[in-house]
């Protein structure tokens, strides 16, 4: 299983990214998915997450209503279309995908409920 985050880049205040977790070796739609951030010194946080079907999508407050989390399962790939960044919004996003993907809904915000990890996209926001 290899899952390839891109798509990061410097951008200023107020702009847009597009990120991309292309997804290999496995059945994508099995899979729940999320997006994870981790600034420096801090911990690794929840961003968003999404059922296998798309159905249902999950957001970090500090998030909600900026980022928007999808997914083709016929690409194997899920995007997060992140707007109105913000300078707090600079990290580094990982993202994970959950092999049970039945229980997103209650752990969509667990890191340890996640069974494969990308290598991380840096996203700079500056002021």
């Known amino acids: 299983v290899q899952l390839q985050a891109s798509g990061g880049g410097l951008v200023q205040a107020g702009g847009s990214l597009r990120l991309s977790c292309a997804a290999s070796?496995?059945?994508?739609?099995?899979?729940?998915m999320g997006w994870f951030r981790q600034a420096p010194g801090k911990e690794r946080e929840f961003a968003a997450a999404?059922?296998?079907?798309?159905?249902?999508?999950y957001y970090a407050d500090s998030v909600r209503g900026r980022f928007t989390i999808v997914r083709d399962n016929a690409k194997s790939t899920v995007y997060l279309q992140m707007n109105s960044l913000k300078p707090e919004d600079t990290a580094v996003y990982y993202c994970?995908?959950?092999?049970?993907?039945?229980?997103?809904?209650?752990?969509?915000?667990?890191?340890?409920?996640?069974?494969?990890w990308g290598q991380g996209t840096q996203v700079t926001v500056s002021s």
């Open positions: 994970a995908a959950m092999s049970r993907a039945y229980n997103i809904g209650n752990y969509f915000g667990d890191l340890r409920a996640y069974n494969y």
């Open positions: 999404i059922s296998g079907t798309g159905g249902s999508t």
């Open positions: 070796g496995l059945t994508l739609s099995y899979y729940g």
